[in-house]
């Protein structure tokens, strides 16, 4: 029989470190570019993020506390997401800096932005994958006593997608290749993916 650590996190985890963020992990990142009012670009990456759904596409991240990257949303109603690799790794990392929001993102992770297609943001020149994305929602959460909390769930729907042709031999998306990066718990966990990793199971009926 296993020995279970039970907590209750209203009370405490009792532990060296929360392993919340060690449980749900590895996580994608949101590398997330988005453009002030003023024209300023802005680069930030979010752990807490996902794809919500196919069709349309719908993808979305958590801001813990109203930042930069939500305040150019709301105000905007454009961001872009970028795929964070190991090459830029160091990049990603830069790009979490907490400084003002005169100071453009790009330039301090040694990034260059370059032009959407249908939305303001620029992308991520170096990056293989970016979305385009048109705000759909912005939530903010509640707990379980429909106290509001200080954390925003925004929400938009692809409109472009580009993807490094060179990640597309036969018309498959190789993920391997595009050697994303994912987040892990602790102050800096990080995981990348290799082939042999893989494992295949189809869907019961499929
Ligand atoms: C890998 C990584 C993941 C992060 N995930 C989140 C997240 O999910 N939510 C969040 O609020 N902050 C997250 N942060 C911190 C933000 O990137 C940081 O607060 C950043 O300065 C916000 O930028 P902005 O104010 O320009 O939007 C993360 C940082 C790193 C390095």
Redesign the pocket.
Known sequence: MADFHIYEPRIGHGLRHDPLNAIIGPRP?GWISSQSPEGVP?L??????NAFNYRPPIIG?????W????RNIEAMGEFAWNLATRPLAEA??AS???VPPDVD?FMLAGVTPAPSRRIAPPRVLESPVSFECRLTQIVRLKDAQGGDVDTWLVLGEVVVVHIDKALLGDGVYDTVAAQPIL?GGGPADYFAIEEGQRFRMVRPGA
């Open positions: 990142i802005n930030a990456p979010y752990s807490f993020f991240f958590a801001s813990i506390g930042k930069d990257s939500v990603m990392n979490c800096a907490p993102e987040r």
